[in-house]
């Protein structure tokens, strides 16, 4: 049997690489969605029936003595076009079992010398998809996809003769000796964890025209995303890494984003991250989409030259850092953890800590965020699986619509339930927030090479199950990884839960699909509540400490209802996760915020003793500088936020119905040659001797400051130049 030879992705290139040979089913039980989506959930090994070798030719057909071909006359008489590795795959393509010669018809209808590029382009796609799936290319994908496409149609039942139990995992209240506890064994790993961003997704769906982790996360700093992915990075590193260990970020992109991605970084000096530290992956073509059980490829509609294809999945990334090398490369420099997260979600690393104490304490393997469900609520949760014969075990995401039919026909009559102690699922809600042990993890990739189980969601016509309302095709998911864990492996996959309003809050639904679902009781995953869930995220921790902060009341912007303040920035070299809160506010009862505040605090230098706020304060201390933030009293009109509607107001104002006015701002800058600049009075200012009639000093006389206009950064309608204002800043003399 011929090999082709691996084949690398490269910043242009295929998914990932693969080996030629037979192809390999990557599960042999299937589980069937009750929306009609089979997918594979056993690791065990089974060979599908591909008996077509690797360059394989039809075989000719006899007619009157003649030999007579079986190719399309199109290519037929286009072959000589073609490289004789193209030759040889069309060939195999048009040839039994695959049966995909009508990828050709439309090159019978035109010369042979006619729509060369175009004929070459397609040959071009139809390699590149080749070589970028796994295990067997083209072949095995059409193998699977009839596997899968055939069980959906019999609708077989994916989960039969296992049982569900609750997952190995701990849930957590912020705030509590039992969350500090954790927490601290986590922030002894912290300084050595990969990260890995899975970034495919352009913002159109949001009604925006970039790419999304180029998006504000909120309009207070207009922090990008990707920009505070790093920031945080960054500080993590400077806080907690051995010294001379740099922690890497790999970004996983698709051929949508990755110029854009590319550009973001490079255009902002990759926000003061080293540029090795930075590994992008590609996805590339996606996979053919198929148009009928018999998994035929379709063709683009506006373009007979061409394959339709669909993305796979971010279950790829798995390969991709097998084929790569980014995982193993990783583990030789040192790196220990491997943490996913997806590209709109400014929570996920408040409690990242909290999550690798709960994979040191418990050994795992992988470990899954989650956050607390209710019963039936429309998301999948986490469920520890037995296998009745084989007793294999498996702890995976199970979809909601799965799950109470599962636990009705295991011998639980209520189905998914809330405990009654608790009131909540015991099932955790799964976010797709991944923590990997590295090692044992490599050793995985190396096995699997990265290869997950796939499904099917085909949409029927009709109860006939024979035609496709529109093409389908395989799609595999990075959360399904467990699935390819064997013997006491599979045993070491589990889950950390904690509230949302801390670690979960996407950026991923337009402001009208929004507005339903928070109308249906859903969290509606907008601009507008990512933004207003960042502020009350820091709210939170500051009020598990024991700051005075004050809770604004809901106000709607385009339908959506948000908790719009105070609106509090912390940056991450301020603080990087709940553990530091205590450090930086050292006297949290003395520190008090008002609902209509706003404070933005950046650099590792600051203390914040006593702060009394009613406005506007932005805290900065420079690379090296120390600062101490006491006796403050800050009080002036403050940031507001504006209803903005507006036809002619750029794209990222228009997805939350607002803008943001700086009124009045305090500003204080705490500079490296020890001298401050801005509203504070210096902290060693001495006191004058009290009066002979024991009356106290009075405080320093208000200062003045300058109002500061509205950030024009995205184009929100200009205001009127707004008049100096003053701002009272008072230090109690001691």
């Known amino acids: ?103 050709f018809e439309a090159w019978s209808g035109v010369a042979a010398d006619e729509k060369v590029t175009e004929k070459k382009a397609l040959m071009e796609q139809l390699e590149r998809v080749d070589a970028s799936y796994p295990n067997g290319g083209l072949a095995a994908y059409i193998a699977n996809a009839r596997d899968l496409l055939d069980k959906s149609k019999r609708g077989v039942n994916p989960l039969e003769g296992w049982n569900p139990s609750v997952p190995t995992g701990q849930a957590f209240s912020i705030g ?27 913002g159109e769906r949001l009604g925006y025209g970039g790419i999304k982790i180029g998006l504000p996360t909120e309009l207070a700093t207009e922090t990008l995303y990707v920009q505070y992915y790093i920031e945080t990075i960054l500080a993590i590193q400077s806080k907690y890494a051995p010294k001379g260990l740099k922690l890497p970020l790999c970004i996983m992109t698709s051929g949508d984003t990755n110029a854009g991605t590319v550009k973001l970084l490079e255009d902002h000096d990759y926000f003061g991250m080293d540029k090795a530290q930075v590994t992008i992956v590609i996805q590339g073509d996606g996979v053919p989409a198929l148009t009928d059980n018999d998994a035929s490829i379709a063709l683009d509609p506006s373009n007979a030259f061409k394959m339709s294809t669909k993305p796979h999945g971010h279950g ?32 996920c690393f408040h409690t990242l800590p909290l999550a690798l104490g709960v994979s040191s ?162 969290h509606p995953g907008v601009a507008a509540t990512g933004e207003a869930d960042q502020y009350a995220a820091v709210r939170k921790i500051m009020q598990s400490i024991g700051c005075q902060v004050t809770d604004a009341a809901e106000e709607v912007y385009s339908g959506i209802t948000v908790v719009p303040g105070p609106a509090i920035v912390l940056k991450p070299s301020f603080v990087s996760c709940p ?113 002979a009639n024991g009356n106290k000093v009075s405080a320093p006389p208000p200062t003045t400051t300058t109002a500061t206009k509205k950030s024009p950064s995205f184009e929100a309608p200009a205001e009127k130049e707004a008049k100096e204002k003053e701002t009272t800043c008072c230090c109690t003399v001691m």
């Open 1 to 103: 049997m011929g090999k082709k030879s691996k084949k690398g992705v490269t910043r242009t290139g295929s998914q990932h690489n693969r080996k030629g040979g037979s192809s390999k089913n990557l599960g042999g039980s299937a589980r069937k969605l009750s929306t009609g989506s089979t997918r594979n959930i056993s690791s065990t090994t089974v060979e599908v029936p591909v008996i077509v070798e690797e360059n394989a030719v039809p075989s000719p057909v006899k007619e009157n003595g003649a030999t007579k071909s079986t190719l399309p006359a199109g290519l037929e008489a286009s072959l000589s076009m073609l490289t004789v590795a193209q030759q040889e795959l069309a060939k195999k393509l048009c040839a039994p079992p695959l049966n995909q010669s009508h990828l």
């Open 176 to 202: 509590t000796s039992e969350y500090d506890a954790v927490e601290s064994i986590g922030l002894k790993s912290v300084g050595t964890c990969g990260f890995v961003l899975v970034a495919g997704g352009l």
């Open 316 to 347: 790829d990334i798995h390969a991709l850092l097998y084929s790569q090398k980014v995982a193993k490369t990783w583990l030789q420099n040192g790196i220990q953890w491997a943490v996913f997260f997806q590209d709109t979600n400014g929570l």
């Open 361 to 522: 304490k418990l050994g795992l393997i992988m470990n899954s965020m989650a956050v607390p469900r209710k019963a039936k609520q429309a998301v999948g949760g986490i469920v520890k699986l037995e296998h009745v014969e084989t007793k294999e075990e498996k702890t995976i995401n199970v979809e909601y619509n799965q799950l109470d039919p599962l636990l009705r026909s295991a011998g639980y009559p209520d189905g998914d339930v809330n405990d009654p102690a608790t009131g909540l699922s015991p099932y955790p809600g799964n976010i797709n927030q991944l923590i990997f042990k590295l090692e044992p993890y490599v050793q995985v990739l190396e096995r699997t090479e990265g290869a997950m189980p796939e499904f099917v969601n085909p949409k029927y016509k009709d109860d006939t199950k024979t035609v496709f309302k529109k093409p389908t095709r395989l799609e595999c998911m990075m959360q399904d990884f467990p699935t390819v864990l064997k013997g006491d492996e599979a045993k070491k996959a589990g889950f950390t839960s904690i509230g949302a309003e801390l670690c979960f809050s996407p950026v991923k639904n337009a402001t009208a699909d929004g507005v339903k679902m928070q109308q249906s009781g859903t």
């Open 579 to 691: 553990a530091e809160y205590k450090t930086k506010f050292p006297s949290p009862s003395n520190i008090k915020i008002s609902a209509k505040s706003s404070l933005v605090v950046k650099g590792s230098g600051v203390v914040i003793e006593s702060l009394d706020l009613d406005g506007a304060l932005v805290i900065e201390c420079e690379e090296g500088a120390t600062g101490v933030i006491k006796d403050f009293v800050v009080k002036n009109k403050g940031w507001v936020r504006v209803a903005d509607e507006s036809s002619t107001s750029s794209e990222v104002i228009k997805m939350r119905g607002y803008h943001l006015e700086k009124v009045e701002t305090a500003k204080v800058l705490f500079k490296k040659d020890g001298t401050i600049e801005g509203d504070y009075p210096p902290p060693k200012a001495k006191a004058k001797a009290p009066p």
